[in-house]
């Protein structure tokens, strides 16, 4: 039976509801960026300041607001909570899957905007993001936009037919990148405009008009809150701002280093199985205008999130997720092309399929087998004691738990195997509805168990603390834990937020401080006359000013 097109866009909002909203509180939010995001969140509503971006009560000139106020929405309707704070990227998952289907639907049809959406989907990283408390999907999503509608203005001006609303809609879309993630989405649509004309042999240039006419658009977004923030508190904010952005791609931020090829792995492996489909040989049937250009944009936008982030020296894992959409399209062309009979896939490329996805059938199989037998780790992590003890979580893994692992193993032979017969429809719905399967057992009973590992001891200390009149603050590492799961509340005193204060000046209210193992030594050397220690626990080191 043949959908509708209300029907079927009524079954993708349902569907992907299930998939993105469903457990999104299950597991406490993840230092850093999840904490960080959601406490800059919680942060606006204790001051009602919606304008300016805050951590601890002091200016947070790193990230704009955009992405925060959606948090502030969901916190005010939901409550400060894990869900809430990881709603609006469930919702931005709805959004891009319909946003994808009515794209591939006008460029192609129906059976290649299903397709498109099933890729989207079943690719890991993309379906892990949807369900994160990171910034990532919406600005990704505003970049998408903003080339998409460039694309469309490009191949109304061959048909001499310039609209200027389509080109206004790219503005839009840019400033709104530019509003929740910063300038860098901005760099990603010029960057891809000037790399298209660059794989176009110079064609694609349009009346000088039209790019002030954008530029001015962008400006009048962005204005919205640069301009407000300029007005109401000066330029120190935004100075700092774009200060910060230029650092993160000179200097390796927060440790966060790494080699050239990094980005170049991680959407190999991330984004299997679509990462080996964007490749395609055989004789392609003939690409309207509209189709053709906005190809090569996806081309063109792959490029350059390649080279800009194998360039920049901060090596992030979600630096280069704009890739996850010009991957997805190109595997869908793919997809399509071999289900139509107008191109081929190569037998290195099957072969990949089995290699990476023995890979994750290996990681989903291992883990639990890990888990049961924690023991194999310590010796390997002998030099760490803080990681040893990590390993000492309580954490119940049952076997049954390899069961998911093994039928992705299963799902993956069967598909390899399908490929090669050129059973193409069978091979890509058992590959990608499994990758969905997965994913989902990954999110849901993997992470709750990893999260016990690594930092649960810590966020439960400071979840006991909520409501107490008290400093609560960590010793030698940093964490955002303390000031969203204990509830920092805006009043405390300045010193407060040094450390060292807190060690040793005479308190008006008590302090609580937790250390990791590998810190304590050092710690209880310099101050261990004032501190008292209260236990220990995964690693942590739990203490109070006597």
């Known amino acids: 039976m043949r959908l509708t097109r209300f029907s079927a866009f009524t079954l993708i909002a349902m569907a992907s509801a299930i998939l993105f909203i469903h457990s999104l509180g299950k597991v406490h939010l993840f230092d850093w960026d999840e904490i960080n995001f959601a406490e800059s969140a919680r942060e606006m509503i204790e001051t009602k300041d919606y304008m300016r971006v805050q951590i601890n009560y002091e200016p947070f000139w790193e990230k704009p607001p955009l992405f925060f106020w959606m948090q502030v929405v969901s916190m005010k309707v939901f409550g400060v909570s894990e869900f809430s704070a990881r709603l609006p990227n469930a919702i931005c998952g709805i959004v891009t899957l319909l946003v994808i289907f009515a794209i591939g639907r006008r460029l192609q049809d129906m059976r290649f905007a299903w397709w498109w959406v099933l890729i989207h989907a079943g690719t890991f990283l993309t379906h892990l993001y949807f369900k994160s408390g990171i910034i990532d999907p919406w600005f990704n999503l505003f970049i998408f936009l903003g080339i998409y509608a460039l694309s469309g203005f490009l191949s109304q001006q061959l048909q001499g037919t310039r609209h200027i609303s389509t080109l206004m809609l790219s503005a839009l879309f840019t400033g709104m990148a530019v509003l929740t993630k910063g300038p860098v989405g901005l760099l990603v649509v010029l960057l891809t405009y000037f790399t298209y004309i660059l794989l176009n042999r110079g064609k694609g240039w349009v009346p000088f008009r039209y790019y002030l006419y954008w530029a001015l658009g962008v400006l009048a977004v962005t204005l919205v809150w640069f301009g407000l923030e300029v007005m109401q508190h000066g330029w120190w904010f935004v100075n700092e701002f774009f200060t910060y952005q230029l650092r993160l791609a000179q200097t390796k931020d927060a440790g966060h280093g790494g080699f050239p090829g990094y980005h170049f792995i991680v959407l ?37 999130i390649l080279v800009v982030f194998s360039l920049v020296k901060t090596k992030i894992i979600h630096y280069s997720s704009f890739a996850y959409f010009p991957i997805g399209y190109l595997a869908a062309t793919t997809v399509y092309g071999l289900l139509t009979g107008t191109v081929r ?144 509340k805006p009043g405390n005193r300045k010193e407060s937020k040094d450390e060292q204060w807190l060690l040793t000046a005479d308190l008006d209210k008590p302090a609580y401080l937790v250390t990791r193992l590998n810190k304590k030594e050092k710690v209880l050397q310099e101050h261990g006359q004032r501190l008292e220690i209260l236990y220990e626990k995964n690693g942590f080191v739990f203490m109070k000013r006597k």
């Open 268 to 304: 190999l492996i991330g984004c299997f199985p679509a990462s080996l489909l964007i490749f395609r040989t055989g004789s392609q049937a003939p690409e309207a205008a509209r189709v053709a250009i906005f190809r090569k944009m996806m081309i063109a936008s792959l490029i350059v």
């Open 345 to 488: 896939i190569r037998a290195w490329q099957t072969t990949a399929i089995l290699i990476i996805g023995l890979l994750w059938s290996i990681a989903f199989i291992g883990l639990p087998l890990v888990g049961n037998n924690i023991h194999w780790l310590k010796p390997l992590l002998a030099k760490d004691p803080f990681a040893v003890a990590n390993l000492q979580a309580d954490v119940t893994w049952g076997y049954h738990l390899m069961l998911p692992g093994i039928l992705f193993l299963s799902a993956v032979i069967l598909a390899t195997i399908r490929l090669r017969r050129k059973q193409y429809h069978q091979a890509f719905l058992l590959l990608f509805l499994s990758a969905i399967f997965v994913m989902q057992v990954l999110l849901t009973s993997f992470a709750p168990r990893i999260e016990q590992y690594s930092q649960h001891a810590a966020i439960e200390f400071f979840k006991s603390l909520k409501g107490q009149d008290v400093y609560v603050e960590t010793v030698g590492y940093k964490s955002y834990g303390p000031y969203f799961y204990f509830g920092v």
